[in-house]
């Protein structure tokens, strides 16, 4: 809490020096960005949107056959 | 129907930028795995609070940032530096070769507090202004500044040593961090 407000001690980097860590953080996301999404997650969203299209099935009705 | 079918269609295309998040924000893929899973399916069944016409990525980006601070930090093993023990070995490698390979910038970017690796990343690489920042990680616009402010401070000790060579045989680090704007 007291670090967050000793910001004024920490005026702005230089514009030039922003920029070069912007764009090293740039780099490396991107970087991260292009790296291949692992299958599972799209089958995950797959089976998501399926068992959702799936009518359920109610409960109280099913019960009521006994 | 369509339109469902259009919402995972959305969501496969913003499996990129939430991957990169996710590592970005955990410094791990395997935990990046774990989480990316958690906000798919938390934000699926929450699908019905989107509001279309509002960035998809910006709600996934919060659920996804809501979910890490409240359980996956714990078990992050982050980098304490308080000695600058991790911050000198970072610094003296890209010494020779004049650039920080990705390698280094991502271990970098761990020994930052996550609060701080997450505005940053916000901000700095996936293109959200300060003011959706702010929202995503739910804070004030200025704590987002402050945030972002010490966190490139921070890499910039880092990063310092290809960066003195463009300012010249004066410039010192602690002037970056202390001395005003001119």
Redesign the interface.
């Known amino acids: 809490m007291k670090r967050e407000k000793s910001s004024k001690t920490n005026p702005a980097l230089p514009p030039k020096i922003q920029a070069q860590i912007g764009q090293q953080l740039q780099n490396y996301f991107s970087s991260v960005m292009t790296e291949p999404i692992p299958d599972k997650f799209v089958a995950l969203l797959d089976s998501l949107e399926k068992k959702e299209i799936t009518p359920q099935v109610a409960d109280d009705s099913s019960e009521r056959s006994k | 129907?369509t339109a469902?079918?259009s919402l995972?269609d959305q969501?496969?295309a913003e499996?990129?930028?939430l991957?990169?998040f996710a590592?970005?924000l955990s410094g791990r893929h395997d935990m990046a795995?774990d989480l990316?899973?958690e906000t798919?399916?938390k934000a699926?069944a929450s699908r019905e609070s989107f509001m279309p016409g509002t960035s998809l990525r910006a709600w996934l980006f919060t659920i996804m940032r809501n979910t890490f601070f409240s359980h996956y930090r714990k078990t992050k093993r982050e980098v304490q530096d308080v000695d600058g023990v991790a911050a000198s070995n970072l610094v003296s490698n890209p010494a020779q070769q004049g650039h920080?390979d990705?390698a280094d910038?991502?271990a970098a970017?761990d020994t930052l507090p996550a609060d701080q690796r997450e505005a940053?990343?916000l901000v700095?690489?996936?293109g959200f202004t300060y003011e959706e920042a702010a929202e995503i990680a739910g804070c004030a616009v200025g704590?987002v500044?402050?945030r972002v402010?010490?966190a490139?401070?921070r890499?910039?000790t880092l990063?310092a040593v290809?960066?003195l060579d463009?300012?010249g045989p004066d410039f010192q680090i602690g002037q970056?961090?202390?001395?005003?704007?001119e």
Do not use: C
Request: charged share 20%; no cysteine.
């Open positions: 129907m469902r079918a995972k969501l496969v499996l990129p930028a991957r990169a590592i970005s795995d990316m899973q798919l399916m699926w920080m990705l910038f991502s970017l940053l990343i700095g690489a996936s704590t500044k402050s402010n010490r490139r401070q890499l910039l990063l290809e960066s463009d300012f970056a961090a202390t001395a005003a704007p």
